[in-house]
């Protein structure tokens, strides 16, 4: 299903593909916790140990946005998903886990310089974020694919941007937190920021903060600031967290990488202070307390 020009175009950028439609990619965390040169955020908010977790999607091209400050190759981002070609849930999850031990390999070769005991145990992850490029729930199996690796003692972070509200009300088998990426306060911000594909696209998201509302998981709403494209209208997001009542709200900075540096500017990039400000202010609209942040992320944490 990945034409093989951008199968080429992928595994320049050590995307591992797996099967017909899924890929996998080491997080910049990973690697920066076997060298013990830091951790991801969400080892410090959430616990979860960054040298062990699985980077991966089971939708890696196709997307239903194409979000201006995505960092992922979207040149081909308006292909179909075909839901008659899929890979099984199982196949997925094992050569997921496969894929990542090759790329974990080189790691080896340079004991001296990274921390044995991690990198030993990076090779039996035991977190997945499905999230790493493209619409995770355009998967039409994504319950599954959750399930098979939480046979395998995972835990499971969904990433979606909340345009197939149905994949989600419709989750026998629910992640251990679901994230739900809202970058505009109203429909003219989203169409500027999110260049949806489809028609309905806030409508959709609407109807999935209904759901969030009433799913029996733990639950985030992700904001990533854009400066002076999306990072006004407290009022206008905080409506919109209060229809989800999520357990967590992430403030985050753009950041000026990959692909996004086609379309935005650096000046685009929150400093950690416009991040703060801006939490400090959702802060009081929404009642949420300001609970973490990591200032090398730009990330602020509300609860």
């Not at 017909?20 to 410090?44: M, N, P, Q, R």
């Not at 939480?150 to 345009?163: E, S, Y």
């Amino acid at each position: 299903m990945i034409p093989y020009k951008i199968q080429e175009i992928l595994k320049n950028r050590h995307y591992h593909i797996v099967g017909k439609h899924s890929a996998v990619k080491l997080c910049l965390w990973t690697k920066k916790s076997i060298l013990d040169e830091g951790f991801c955020y969400k080892e410090k908010f959430y616990g979860i140990r960054s040298h062990r977790c699985l980077q991966m999607s089971p939708a890696v091209i196709w997307c239903t946005h194409r979000c201006i400050h995505c960092w992922r190759y979207m040149h081909n981002i308006d292909l179909k998903f075909d839901n008659t070609k899929i890979d099984e849930p199982e196949f997925i999850v094992e050569n997921s886990i496969n894929a990542q031990r090759i790329l974990l390999s080189g790691y080896g070769g340079i004991p001296d310089r990274i921390n044995l005991k991690k990198y030993e145990e990076s090779k039996i992850p035991n977190q997945a974020a499905i999230s790493l490029s493209g619409e995770p729930t355009l998967y039409p199996r994504i319950s599954e694919l959750i399930e098979e690796f939480h046979k395998r003692g995972f835990t499971t972070f969904l990433v979606t941007n909340g345009t197939l509200p149905e994949r989600i009300r419709n989750l026998d088998e629910l992640p251990t937190q679901l994230y739900l990426s809202l970058n505009a306060p109203d429909e003219e911000t989203y169409k500027i920021v999110c260049r949806p594909l489809i028609r309905d696209g806030w409508s959709r998201i609407t109807e999935t903060l209904e759901v969030l509302k009433s799913i029996e998981t733990r639950s985030v709403i992700r904001i990533t600031l854009i400066k002076d494209v999306n990072d006004r209208d407290i009022d206008g997001y905080g409506r919109l967290i209060e229809r989800a009542e999520p357990d967590f709200v992430e403030v985050k900075a753009y950041m000026f990488v990959g692909e996004s540096r086609r379309r935005l500017s650096l000046e685009n990039m929150p400093s950690f202070q416009d991040v703060r400000k801006f939490s400090e202010e959702l802060s009081v609209e929404i009642g949420y307390d300001i609970r973490d942040y990591k200032e090398d992320s730009r990330v602020v944490l509300l609860a």
